[in-house]
């Protein structure tokens, strides 16, 4: 065929717009979309044409069925939302890349019917007049903590800036070398200090801290004694850190707020189920914290929020600094915040539903369970190119909570025979279902902690559409 011939075989864009297949999505799609996706598609069939010699035009495959098949994809490609859902088979718990904390399903619809339309976000009902919308997280998180008083923001950053800003500015804030770290790369201590305004003053060495060296440092500019949790590393060794307890004494004999950032929002004492002792957000205040903040959507499982409580006095001017209207929540964090604050309620419910906590607390019998549950799915495809089979592994909590935390877990090895595991890996992140699985030792492994029961049927699907 000569080039014109190929030309002619090119549809007008009307020809397309007829097709019977194109009719059936015409209505679920913008149609202005559909018009600019055919004209794309035409278009660079024809660059095609151009571009190539003859001979290189022989396998060249030009029908009305091809230009819709490629339009179809490319609009849905288009129409599709970007943020989309993943299955995690890193075993990483908390993973900054995949959304941190997974909530509850146990409170999606209650949230939704809550908060979908109007609600009372700033309305005090029975006043009938404007309200606060910090007031629907007071009392839980009060009640969860013992604190006196209570201010949520964006997130944790957001939150340790407020304080810093609202306590410190302009001011010394006395804080230790070992404990000056930087979180994900975008949050360090030492750039908030300055962001706040406040002046930090490092004490101590990177190992070892005294309580005299924080006491060498007071002066009339300090303004606070501040203790970061090293949430995602530990010092080991010759250490020596300074406990609450000291730094309270000090605190109160130099009249300066007592600042500490948490990090991750523990309410649960993670010994009881056979892992390291992680400080609850409860321990720093029963032990005099004048101000805690932590993260919404680390280990507490809810959604991306900072949580500030402490002292009355404290809060109270934080809630007037002009920076809390720039840092404020909306009504799906509150929504989604509260109701999973609720489940801690009773200490079990908020284990067996908060997926997060589920599988931090995941029992090794378990684990065994979930593994040979989806082995056995798997090995009844009956694939011939791919071999399964259940190992050891390793899960991480992550997002900066139990640092040195590996906790023993279970993998499926997944061994392809004519790819490679890097390929492999790629096929399952790119399939519509987006499996993020781990490659190490040249293996290619999925932890079934962080893989939900209800996704193994779909992990099962995406294999069978590489191996089949
Ligand atoms: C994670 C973390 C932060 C940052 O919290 P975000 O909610 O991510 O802003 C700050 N401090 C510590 C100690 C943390 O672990």
Not at 213 to 218: G, R, S
Not at 269 to 284: A, G, M, R
Request: hydrophobic share 40%; proline share 2%; aromatic share 6%.
């Amino acid at each position: 065929m000569s080039k014109r011939e190929y030309f002619s075989l090119l549809p007008s864009v009307e020809e397309v717009l007829n097709n019977e297949d194109l009719k059936g999505i015409i209505n679920d799609y913008p149609r202005d979309l559909l018009v600019e996706k055919t004209r794309f598609v035409i278009d660079d069939f024809r660059k095609i044409i151009v571009s190539s010699k003859v001979e290189e035009l022989l396998d060249f495959e030009l029908n009305i069925d091809i230009i819709v098949k490629n339009i179809i994809e490319e609009v849905k490609d288009e129409y599709e939302l970007h943020l989309t859902k993943v299955i995690n088979g890193t075993g990483v718990i908390i993973h900054t890349n995949l959304g941190r904390a997974p909530i509850s399903e146990t409170i999606k619809e209650d949230i939704w019917n809550r908060i979908g339309g109007y609600c009372n976000l700033e309305y005090d009902i029975q006043k009938g007049k404007r309200g606060l919308r910090y007031d629907h997280l007071e009392n839980i998180i009060k009640k969860l903590t013992g604190a006196e008083d209570v201010l949520v923001v964006n997130n944790n950053a957001a939150a340790v800036l407020l304080v810093l800003s609202t306590l410190a500015k302009e001011k010394e804030v006395i804080v230790s070398r070992g404990e000056l770290v930087e979180i994900g790369g975008s949050f360090r201590v030492p750039d908030v200090m300055e962001q706040g305004g406040a002046k930090l003053v490092e004490v101590g060495t990177t190992n070892k801290t005294h309580l005299r060296d924080y006491k060498n440092a007071i002066n009339e500019q300090t303004a606070a004694l501040m203790k970061v949790h090293t949430s995602n590393y530990k010092i080991m060794g010759f250490t020596k850190e300074v406990s609450l307890e000291e730094l309270r004494v000090l605190a109160d004999e130099v009249e300066l707020p007592l600042i500490e950032d948490l990090g991750s929002g523990v309410f649960i004492d993670f010994s009881k189920y056979n892992l390291k002792y992680e400080p609850t957000v409860k321990n720093s205040i029963d032990k005099g914290v004048d101000i805690v903040t932590f993260s919404g959507d680390k280990i507490l499982g809810g959604p991306q929020a900072g949580i500030i409580i402490g002292k009355s006095k404290y809060i109270k001017k934080m809630k007037e600094n002009q920076l809390t209207r720039a840092l404020r929540v909306d009504k799906l964090t509150i929504a989604t915040l509260e109701a999973t604050l609720r489940l801690y309620l009773d200490e079990q419910k908020a284990i067996e539903n908060i997926p997060g906590l589920k599988m931090i607390t995941m029992s090794e019998e378990e684990l065994t369970n979930k593994a040979d549950q989806l082995l056995d799915i798997l090995n009844k495809l009956d694939l011939s190119d791919v071999e399964f089979n259940i190992e050891k592994g390793s899960s991480q909590v992550g997002g900066g909570a139990l640092p040195l935390e590996y906790i023993d877990s279970k993998v499926i090895n997944i061994k392809p025979k004519n790819i490679s595991v890097n390929k492999l890996e790629e096929k399952l992140r790119l399939s519509k279902s987006h499996i993020i699985g781990r490659v190490y030792d040249d293996k290619y492994i999925l932890d079934v902690r962080t893989i939900f029961e209800n996704e193994f049927e779909i992990v099962a699907k995406e294999i069978v559409n590489i191996f089949n």
